[in-house]
């Protein structure tokens, strides 16, 4: 009991000596999933899914990690990941997608014409989502090199308090881009169904039964690639 306490008042000293960006993000959380409750309860419970993770380093570094690396470092890693590079990489991602598909469809179209469509269709996809993923590594490799040469400054090159930034950042971005796609999804369903639904964006058991499977597929799929490939 006595140890519990004692990494509580430890986790409270912290969190008043964290610089005020870091104090920032993360009120920025809780104001999130207020947001995303009065959204749609259903989303919210798939938001503490993908938040999984997240809760899992935070609990390591209370026992562990504050000896290893600042909580301030951590937090700020982790909000690079979380908001700028999802600017950069996914933002920039869907423009370039975005012209890739004005492109490729008005291209294959003046070809091939609309009765071979689908025989040109799932090659104009896979080049469209080609594009999406080049642009979206593109700034990745680019932001997390910038990134990484200032941590080496600040803390050096072989250190774990790097490395753990690393992990950091890397986690931030799969799990606001994870957060974003289920965002989109909730906003397609409730969208969806009949004129009744429509009109009061209701979501139905079966659309929240997809929700969840799109959540547990991006925390078990999406989210571990997307950590490997940035870190």
């Known amino acids: 009991m006595a140890s519990v306490v004692d990494r509580l008042k430890g986790s409270v000293e912290a969190f008043q000596a964290l610089e005020p960006v870091s104090k920032a993000f993360l009120v920025s959380i809780p104001a999130l999933l207020i947001c995303f409750l009065a959204y749609h309860w259903q989303m919210f419970l798939c938001v503490l899914v993908l938040l999984l993770p997240t809760v899992r380093l935070a609990l ?3 026992k562990q990690g504050h000896a290893v690396v600042p909580l ?3 937090l700020q890693s982790f909000a690079k ?4 590079l999802l600017i950069l990489g996914t933002g920039c991602g869907f423009v370039a997608w975005l012209f890739a598909s004005i492109i490729i469809y008005g291209l294959f179209e003046a070809l091939f014409g609309n009765s071979n469509y689908l025989g040109w269709f799932w090659l104009a996809e896979a080049l469209r989502w080609c594009t999406f993923c080049f642009v ?8 997390v ?3 990484r040469l200032r941590r080496q400054e600040e803390v050096g ?3 774990r308090a790097h490395a753990i930034s690393g992990v950091a950042l890397s986690l931030g971005y ?3 881009q994870s957060l974003l796609f289920v965002l989109l999804i909730t906003a397609i369903l409730e969208n969806n169904g009949d004129a009744h639904a429509q009109a009061t964006h209701e979501i139905t058991g079966d659309e929240f039964g997809l929700m969840v499977f799109f959540s547990f597929f991006f925390g078990a799929v999406s989210m571990p690639l997307n950590i490997m490939g940035t870190y």
């Open 145 to 147: 090199r910038w990134d």
């Open 60 to 62: 390591w570094w209370c």
């Open 174 to 176: 799969a799990t606001s």
């Open 136 to 143: 979206e590594e593109l700034w990745k490799g680019l932001f």
């Open 81 to 84: 990941g979380f908001y700028i």
């Open 72 to 74: 301030d470092y951590i």
């Open 157 to 159: 090159a072989l250190t």
